[in-house]
């Protein structure tokens, strides 16, 4: 059944994929010119029924995640990654009417793969002098996510989860690199995630008495704020230029 629902969910976005695979394409027109091998480490946080804006104060929990980069040229890069994140929230952090009534919470950890295509403002390159020494860049690409939320009641009502979900979501967001010597570089990333579901958080559309508890129309997000650090892979050609004669 979750394969049935990944790939339903795949068909409901097929529109974004074909856009996104035809930049992801221009990427590879190119010489590649190196390869990098990277770890994250931040925060992530949620956005759904339980927090209904970009409210990073309810709640921030550490994600972590592992990535390669490969660099078609000093403007564009692909990169590959899987990411750890936990996520949670909380009605006791609201203010509103029906979070008064809800009074629940969830927590769930969140495994994640991606691909991305980056678009760096600046000629950038670990190393090379000839380019900047950071860069502005933009990110945007594919990923598959699950999640299985575990909710809590305040107020002793019985609460049923939507149990495990697997989906798809479109990454993309900002950042900045550095160019820290010849074979390291740094960064700052602040990605969201958009979803096609509105089971993140586990809540049904209903308890158990009727009252309503989410609005399926509004789909849940999730974001990743955090540092990378990543060292470049020279190919053996670049390290052992040829002498023209």
Known sequence: ???????????????????????????????????????????????????????????????????????TNTRYALRFGLNYAKLSASDSKLNSALSNYRQMSFQSELYEGYGILEFNFLPYEIGNRRTAPYSPYVF???????????IESNSGSTVNSTGTAIAPSVPFG?????????????????????TFMDEIDGLTSTDSGGYQLSNSQNKDWYSLLGLTLNYKILTKDRRCPQVIN
């Open 140 to 150: 945007i690409g594919l990923a598959v996510f699950m999640v299985n939320p575990e």
């Open 1 to 71: 059944m979750l394969l049935i629902a990944l790939i339903a969910r795949l068909y409901n976005m097929r529109h974004q994929i074909i856009i996104i695979t035809f930049f992801l394409s221009l990427a590879t027109i190119g010489f590649s010119q190196y390869s990098e091998l990277g770890v994250f480490g931040g925060t992530s946080y949620y956005i759904g029924e339980l927090n209904p804006s970009i409210q990073v104060v309810n709640e921030v929990n550490p994600s972590v995640g592992l990535f390669y980069r490969r660099n």
């Open 174 to 194: 900002v950042g900045i690199k550095f160019s820290l010597n010849n074979s390291w570089g740094m960064g700052l990333e602040w990605g969201m995630r958009k």
